[in-house]
């Protein structure tokens, strides 16, 4: 079984940044592994995701350019750096582990979630 730890998120001003991490543990750290975010009223959406080498990586066309995906698999850790917030970035961010190496782009393509963390840009 594996479990992941969310980190970081947070209250910050448009134009600011933010760092989340997610920490697995539980079996070893192989997985493609995805973030999503979901905020009131609305339905889960894909962020970005990428792959266990790190070397295949996607955006959602909203962050691309903005938001930076990254791993250290010696420290079981995917981060999601978060630049030029908007306030339309609010959400509850959610990491997530995929049982494939294939990234996968959709919420039920994953089968393992970190606990969800606030992310709040205000304008």
């Known amino acids: 079984q594996v479990q992941l730890v969310q980190s970081g998120g947070g209250l910050v001003q448009a134009g600011g940044s933010l760092r989340l991490s997610c920490v697995a543990s539980?079996?070893?750290?192989?997985?493609?592994m995805g973030w999503f975010r979901q905020a009131p009223g609305k339905e889960r959406e894909f962020v970005a995701a990428?792959?266990?080498?790190?070397?295949?990586?996607y955006y959602a066309d909203s962050v691309k350019g903005r938001f930076t995906v990254s791993r250290d698999n010696a420290k079981n850790t995917v981060y999601l750096q978060m630049n030029s917030l908007k306030p339309q970035d609010t959400a509850v961010y959610y990491c997530?582990?995929?049982?494939?190496?294939?990234?996968?782009?959709?919420?039920?393509?994953?089968?393992?979630w970190g606990q969800g963390t606030q992310v709040t840009v205000s304008s």
């Open positions: 997530a582990g995929r049982s494939n190496v294939v990234v996968g782009t959709k919420p039920n393509e994953y089968n393992y």
């Open positions: 990428i792959s266990r080498s790190g070397g295949v990586l």
């Open positions: 539980g079996r070893t750290f192989m997985y493609a």
